[in-house]
């Protein structure tokens, strides 16, 4: 297990990470709000998906749904369709059901308390712990892939596994301060000490960089968290998954229609797809024709 690093060095690496980002934070607008519900949208939309693409359709979707008893209220159809291009769609359906479990379970307020938020549909510990940072301002430090990598190379050293970032992360945040030094973090690993190419010639925290200073491996470049090569998207269950769900979201499709809307000739791969889509919740057969929950609107041949 790496060891936190000393605690000077720790500190200056506190210093010059926070004061970079007091002079380039970027202006985003769930970095403007700490409406927990407003976070939660946020964090569950950044999953896997672009900055660019998420910022015009998160104001959307909130004016749209601006509580969590308004999400909860909607039918998943409605929810679906409102999450029209930012891809996997799943995600909609857990944040939906999220929302009506905080409306349940607490009243309709997002909780303030790790394991609450950790048994909610689709919030796994980095959202749960972004939820405590971003929007209660609580301790609490959210490792994703950019956070790992800004680690493992400038505090640790070393690879980094799972549980040992976690465990380096809380050690190096500094208190009362979780909110700017997460995005801080992720704004490094994001713009800065990025996977492939790290512009370490532009990098605040430099003269404190654990990897700079001893030379040697990338140390992203292994542990638990490294980046994988990720399958082609064209021509995967995925794609077609989402062309199907777009053409739903238009209305509801009659059986003959399926393959084209998912753009799929594979009669046995395509009746898979939509078996798994039934299963999850994100569609469902009525009256003969495949639509979203709950959609209303006449068949498409």
């Known amino acids: 297990m ?12 506190q210093r010059l990470l926070l004061d970079w980002y007091a002079a380039q934070a970027r202006a985003l607008p769930w970095r403007r709000t700490r409406d927990p519900y407003r976070v939660l949208v946020s964090e569950i939309m950044l999953q896997q998906t672009q900055v660019s693409r998420v910022e015009p359709l998160y104001r959307a979707f909130l004016r749209r749904f601006p509580s969590a008893r308004a999400l909860a209220a909607a039918p998943a159809a409605e929810v679906l369709g409102a999450w029209r291009g930012l891809g ?27 394991e609450a938020l950790r ?20 301790d609490a430090a959210p490792v994703d892939t950019n956070v790992a990598r800004v680690l493992a190379r400038a505090v640790a050293g070393a690879p ?65 968290l490294r980046p994988r090569p990720q399958a082609p998207f064209a021509g995967s269950d995925r794609f077609h998954r989402g062309r199907l769900v777009d053409a739903l979201r238009d209305g509801p499709l009659l059986p ?31 009256g003969g024709v495949l639509r979203l929950p709950r959609a209303e609107a006449a068949p498409r041949a």
């Open 256 to 286: 003959g229609a399926l393959g084209r809307a998912a753009q799929l000739d594979d009669a046995a791969r395509l009746e898979g797809i939509v078996a798994a889509l039934v299963r999850e919740g994100m569609a469902q057969w009525a």
């Open 160 to 224: 980094l596994g799972k549980a040992q970032a976690q465990r380096l992360a809380d050690a190096v945040l500094p208190r009362g301060r979780a909110a700017e030094w997460g995005n801080a973090l992720m704004d490094l690993g994001a713009r800065v000490c990025t996977a492939r190419l790290p512009r370490c010639e532009d990098c605040p925290v430099a003269s404190a960089c654990a990897w700079r200073r001893a030379g040697g491996a990338d140390p992203a470049a292994a542990g638990a």
């Open 119 to 138: 048994a909610l549909p689709g919030v796994g510990d980095y959202t749960a712990r972004a939820v405590l940072a971003f929007a209660f301002g609580r």
């Open 2 to 13: 790496p060891h936190s690093p000393p605690r000077a060095r720790a500190l200056r690496f």
């Open 88 to 114: 996997y769609n799943r995600r909609a359906l857990n944040l939906h059901r999220a929302a009506q479990a905080v409306v349940q379970r607490h009243g309709g307020r997002v909780p303030g308390d790790l």
